[in-house]
């Protein structure tokens, strides 16, 4: 049956839902299609939040640029009063630990830069 008001189109080749859909549109109560719509769409939003609280932690687990720093100076500390051999296998060891702080700096860093792409992806 159709039906024309002086304000109104033609609807009755649409859709239950997109009936639904245009009525919700101009204030009128929303039916079950369009709830289920916007619970879904909550329930995305609620996963996006959630994934961002996820990756700010993330975020926080990093270690910072001068990790170790301290150990690996006081390492060289005691390597100065020391001779010999045992003065350059503590130097060694003190530069492995340097080398193995500095590569987990850059791998840090891009770990951080994909987090923030994934923020950005999220909208956040």
Excluded at 1 to 11: S, V
Excluded at 16 to 30: K, L, Q
Excluded at 106 to 111: A, H, V
């Amino acid at each position: 049956m159709r039906t024309k008001g002086p304000t109104m189109n033609y609807t009755a080749h649409l859709t239950y839902e997109e009936r639904e859909r245009r009525a919700y549109a101009m204030g009128h109560t929303a039916g079950a299609a369009i709830l289920g719509e916007l619970a879904d769409s909550a329930a995305g939003l609620e996963g996006a939040d959630a994934a961002e609280t996820h990756i700010n932690e993330a975020k926080g687990s990093y270690p910072d640029e001068d990790a170790m720093q301290d150990q690996i100076n006081d390492l060289r500390t005691i390597a100065k009063r020391l001779r010999g051999e045992n003065r350059q296998e503590l130097e060694a060891v003190a530069q492995a630990l340097e080398d193995a702080r500095d590569s987990q700096a850059r791998e840090s860093e891009y770990g951080l830069e994909a987090l923030g792409h994934a923020l950005k992806a999220l909208g956040a």
